[in-house]
């Protein structure tokens, strides 16, 4: 059974850093991508970004510059380094692992048939 648990989240105010990480395990393809998403109190949930099995990365327009997607070398944990956090940073940060091998689709369409984990709150404050 895949599961996928999240972790790092908390409280900053505006211009301050964290570093969210994400754990996959159970699960047995070879290539796949990992990504994160956020949601926002009355918004959608939109990607963030993401980094296939390959290290190729994508990154939606609003982070660009300020966050970086990596990934341990046993590719099983991937991290979401956030840098100048701003107050529209706010939402619950979710992981998600999906058998697609393009970060573009995962972040563009979502995952359907992927495994999410719980969420981990990020808080800026002005």
């Known amino acids: 059974q895949v599961h996928v648990a999240e972790s790092g989240g908390g409280s900053v105010q505006s211009g301050g850093s964290l570093r969210l990480s994400c754990a996959a395990s159970?699960?047995?393809?070879?290539?796949?991508?990992m990504g994160w998403f956020r949601q926002a109190p009355g918004k959608e949930r939109e990607g963030v970004a993401a980094i296939a099995f390959d290290g190729s990365t994508k990154y939606a327009d609003s982070v660009k510059g300020r966050f970086t997607v990596s990934q341990d070398n046993g590719k099983t944990t991937i991290y979401l380094q956030m840098n100048s956090l701003k107050p529209e940073d706010t939402a619950m940060y979710y992981c998600v692992i999906d058998r697609t091998e393009s970060p573009w689709l995962l972040l563009t369409a979502g995952s359907d048939f992927g495994y999410w984990g719980q969420g981990t709150q990020v808080t800026v404050s002005s």
């Open positions: 159970g699960y047995t393809w070879s290539t796949y991508t």
